[in-house]
């Protein structure tokens, strides 16, 4: 049915009359006058309902409007400049559309175990609107960012043969006659060959590790953007992502009280130092870690916090990553790789690498790494016909919105988590 309005355009409405239906995020009155802040479209805004100016229904819909309710209500839009948007609606009518009865999540304060049952209603508080707002912007942001430049979609299949980032994380599911297939770690693989056909390529879509991890850095179900082509800028990257969302999220960042002089300070160039310089610099801080070991959450953390900016991590021992990484010319012990870890804690945000172009050193490392030769005939052939340099990178969607948001979970920026304790709703 046409002819509702919607709240973000109320602003341009003022004096008009407008016809809004949403839901009750909550209500007060006091005798002979109503307050319902009404939730559409994200937004709120604040109807005002007096006795003496509506109808006796529309007293009584009041009355039975509870907690997250539906309600259908006409009224005139008039500005008021103590409210988010500007707007309040002083209302003509009220219906009910629905009661609700009893709406579990209340005013006071819940456990997470609490809130995390009940994540299908948990969405619509402002918190986790104000996230899912930042996430809806990331995303889009990420696609404008690849199409500006050329880049062309490609979409990587989830059911997949073979293992890309090791065989400890693998999730197996029986596939007919084919023995086990598993979901996809990572679209990397299927991209580069995608690479010789298209040229500047990326990936975008839900990727999935059995990480036997209960950190707040893990799920077993993330959403990772591959780009995959002959040259690739991170920082312009990153900068372009942390711009939009400010430009676009005023509003949620809002919500969320983040501290957004930490987003402005996002700017290029990035510090980048080589992983042996990152020991030293752990080691000089008084940590016991060893060349070799992998960096941790703590470590990340120290490491970012020296530069208070994103910092760029290089050349990782071969042993530290995963088989299809080039070895540095001038040391094959160290992979030509490029980690981005995120200020604030939040850890290591981008993996990427230059990949192995050589047929015969691909094949070795897969041995070396125990993977089974025949599921991986396909990505010899890109080092069979026409092999070239490229590298790529992956960057976890749900570490980046819990940067940006300024969420230490990432439990909270993804819709429905799955989590190893958690698999509902
Ligand atoms: O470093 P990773 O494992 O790299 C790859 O998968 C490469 N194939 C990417 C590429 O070169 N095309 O993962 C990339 C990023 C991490 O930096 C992190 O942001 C995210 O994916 N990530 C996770 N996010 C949430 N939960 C997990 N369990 C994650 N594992 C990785
Ligand atoms: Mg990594």
């Not at 009893?102 to 969405?123: Q, S, V």
């Not at 930490?262 to 980048?272: Q, V």
């Not at 016991?288 to 941790?296: A, C, L, P, Q, V």
Request: hydrophobic share 40%; aromatic share 10%; glycine share 8%.
């Amino acid at each position: 049915m046409s002819g509702w309005n919607s709240i973000p355009e109320l602003g341009a409405l003022l004096g008009e009359e407008v016809r809004l239906r949403g839901w009750v995020d909550g209500r007060r009155s006091s005798g002979r006058i109503g307050f319902i802040q009404l939730r559409e479209s994200g937004a709120t805004v604040q109807l005002v309902i007096s006795r003496k100016e509506v109808d006796e229904a529309s007293w009584e819909a009041l009355q039975h409007a509870t907690q997250e309710s539906t309600v259908a209500v006409t009224g005139t839009a008039s500005a008021d400049p103590r409210s988010p948007g500007g707007v309040e609606i002083h209302v003509s009518s009220l219906a009910l559309v629905h009661g609700a009865d009893g709406y579990p999540i209340t005013p006071k304060e819940h456990g997470t175990a609490f809130l995390m049952d009940h994540r299908h209603l948990w969405l619509r508080s402002s918190r986790q609107r104000a996230v899912l707002r930042i996430r809806s912007e990331v995303c889009q942001a990420i696609h404008n960012f690849h199409r500006e430049r050329g880049y062309y979609l490609v979409d990587s299949p989830i059911l997949t043969p073979a293992a890309c980032e090791g065989t400890s994380t693998l999730f197996e599911t029986p596939y007919f006659d084919h023995g086990n297939a598993y979901l996809s770690q990572s679209g990397q693989l299927y991209l580069e060959p995608a690479a010789a056909a298209l040229g500047k390529v990326y990936c975008f879509g839900p990727t999935f590790r059995a990480e036997k991890s209960k950190t707040r850095r893990h799920l077993m179900e993330f959403w990772m953007v591959e780009p995959e082509a002959a040259f690739l800028d991170f920082e312009d990257f990153v900068v372009y992502l942390a711009e939009r969302v400010l430009e676009h999220c005023a509003d949620p960042l809002r919500v969320l009280e983040r501290d957004t002089s930490r987003l402005e300070a996002i700017r290029k160039p990035f510090p980048r130092l080589r992983y042996a310089e990152a020991i030293d610099l752990l080691r000089n801080q008084g940590s016991e870690i060893e060349f070799g070991d992998d960096f941790g959450a703590p470590e990340e953390t120290s490491i970012a916090e020296a530069f208070e900016r994103p910092v760029m991590v290089t050349h990782y021992p071969t042993s530290l990553k995963a088989f299809y990484m080039e070895p540095d010319p001038d040391d094959p012990t160290l992979a030509l790789a490029l980690d981005v870890i995120a200020p604030e804690g939040y850890g290591e945000i981008i993996g990427g690498s230059q990949r192995i172009h050589d047929h015969d050193l691909l094949l070795s490392r897969l041995k070396e790494h125990d993977l089974p030769i025949e599921a991986f005939q396909w990505y010899l052939d890109i080092r069979r016909y026409g092999t070239f340099e490229h590298s790529g990178f992956g960057m976890g969607v749900e570490r980046f919105v819990a940067w940006m948001a300024g969420v230490p979970h990432l439990r909270e920026t993804i819709p429905y988590p799955r989590t190893m304790d958690r698999i509902y709703p």
